[in-house]
C-alpha cells in the first residue's frame, strides 16, 4: 500500500491542523493505520493509530485530549485533527499502516512537516 500525506504547514500556538493522509494499492479498509513523528534531533514516535474498522483508537499519553484520529474507508483517507497545537509539536508526522499485527508498522508514507510558532 502506498501512502500519501498532506495538510501540514506552519500554524501559531494554540491552532488547529489537520492532517490527511491518502492510501492507494491494496485495500486500505484491511489495515489497521496511524501516525507517527519525528522532532528535530529526536527519535521517531507514536501519535496515534486506529484498527481498520474505526472501532477502536490509541493515542499517545502525552497527546490525549489535543489529537483526535479517524479515517475514512470509502475514501481510503485517515486523519489526524491536531487542537491546540504546541511549539513542541513541531515535526514530520508520518502516516502509517501496520500487516497483520498493530506492534509496528509495515508501511510508511512520505511524511508532511508540522511547524508550530510560539
Known amino acids: 500500500v502506498q501512502l500519501q500525506a498532506s495538510g501540514g504547514g506552519l500554524v501559531q500556538a494554540g491552532g488547529s491542523l489537520r492532517l490527511s493522509c491518502v492510501a492507494s494499492g491494496r485495500t486500505f479498509s484491511s489495515y489497521a493505520t496511524g501516525w507517527f513523528r519525528q522532532a528535530p534531533g529526536k527519535e521517531r514516535e507514536f501519535v496515534a493509530a486506529?484498527?481498520?474498522?474505526?472501532?477502536?483508537?490509541y493515542y499517545a499519553d502525552s497527546l490525549k485530549g489535543r489529537f483526535t484520529i479517524s479515517r475514512d474507508n470509502a475514501k481510503n483517507t485517515v486523519y489526524l485533527q491536531m487542537n491546540s497545537l504546541k511549539p513542541e509539536d513541531t515535526a514530520v508526522y508520518y502516516c502509517?499502516?501496520?500487516?497483520?499485527?498493530?506492534?509496528?508498522?509495515?508501511?510508511w508514507g512520505q511524511g508532511t512537516q508540522v511547524t508550530v510558532s510560539s
Open positions: 486506529i484498527t481498520w474498522s474505526g472501532d477502536r483508537r
Open positions: 502509517t499502516a501496520y500487516g497483520a499485527t498493530m506492534t509496528k508498522p509495515d508501511y
